[in-house]
């Protein structure tokens, strides 16, 4: 019974660290511990970095599929096991994982391949890591930079990253950090760690509640949208962010614009117009309402048969909000080829308004800096986007930064970070959980 290669990381004047890794690992004889002196930099990630390379260059002419990389203030949690691990690494292989993380202490978002693995899309924190073989090359083959850390920097370097979840490791507080200074807080640690597990479990919530309501065939009694004209508001933008004659909303395609908001208009008159709309649209017996900003484009995908397909799935699933695209989000989680849960929306250019949300709406003030758009996002849970988005922007904004134009776009562009998203979803739907593909290690 082979026990999987496991390399801890210890600058040798941290005596107190390494005896606490070992104390960790002293009962676990799944794992053959190996305590691997770090290389001592003025820039603790470098030195990190530079540490983790020769661990790969050391084991890349041996026979094991992975290794287990920890940092000396790896913690194991109550909800580590020795099977738990297996079936984590068994599934993570069968999905050509490169990386599992055994906890985080940041992530920007997930989606559920099982009960207890998560996709993640960027992360952060190396204390308890299995690297892949496949994996290894492109990390020997990549240069590190100042300024970069090694955990974000391997978050980068591949979309095929999994975590186990709930976490079976958490990182100890020395009261100092060897690596990361802004980690120099009493708490911050720990904070971090809650606050990711929190996230991961929202993100395990929601795609467990869409499984109930889609093995159910909807939440709600279906009710189709209005067999008359759906009513539009018209948020006008400056005229140079708008192309001449881009008017899509008329009557004859199925629309009834019924106010137009003028460009410069302050937020709280956004928010008193929507509500007077409301009263009229339920007045009307209505039961959505879309708000449009005019700077925005109908997608060449586009078509009123889709929208209303679109609106009545939606709203199967209870829906409040229905985004038509998204110019930042949080975490989207998917539900199905079209639509995905959002925990948070920014710029939709599109948004569909469900009567269920109508009450709430008419109770709500705008205060301080907020704008309508946050208070909207802010007020439900029960936030979808469509996705391939329905409209974009006529002034699409560029990143600035050339590292993020190229290799890295495809983790800050809101589309691109759906398609990972519903990628590691597919997938995760084509691999059993119980993989039977076999370990190199028998746990």
Known sequence: MKAIPSYIINLKKREDRKNHALLEFSS????????????????????????????????????????????????????????KLRNAIEHADALGADLLCGGLSWLSNGVMISSEILWIERFSGLQFTIVFRRFFETILNTAFNKGEAADTKLSFLTSKKYCIFPFVSIQKYFGYSDVTDWNNRDGRVEQLFANSLKKAGAIKYVTDHYNRIKQTGGQLQTIAPNAEALPVIVFEKPSDAITAGHLPFHRDNGFNVMSVIPAGSSEHSKLIKLQEVIKKVTLQGGNMIILWQNDHFLQQNYSISRLKNILTSA????????????????????????????????????????????????????????TMESLLSRSTVNKISVHPFIVSSAKKQYLKAEVYLTEFSKYRDPDSRIELAKQAHYLGESIPHRAKTPLTHKL
Not at 34 to 40: G, H, K, L, Q
Not at 47 to 57: D, F, H, V
């Open 28 to 83: 676990r004889k799944e794992f053959e511990v190996n305590i691997v002196d770090a290389c001592e930099h003025q820039d603790g990630a470098y030195g990190l970095w530079i540490t983790l390379s020769r661990i790969i260059e050391m084991q890349k002419n041996k026979d094991d599929n992975f290794i287990l990389i920890c940092e000396d203030d790896h913690c194991f949690t109550g909800e580590y096991s020795t099977e």
């Open 315 to 370: 709203q199967e699933l209870g829906t409040e909000i229905l985004c038509g695209s998204l110019d930042d989000f949080d975490l989207a989680v998917p539900i199905n080829n079209n639509l995905l849960w959002i925990s948070s929306f920014k710029e939709a250019g599109l948004l569909v308004i469900y009567k269920n949300l109508f009450d709430k709406i008419n109770n709500l003030a705008i205060e301080g800096n907020s």
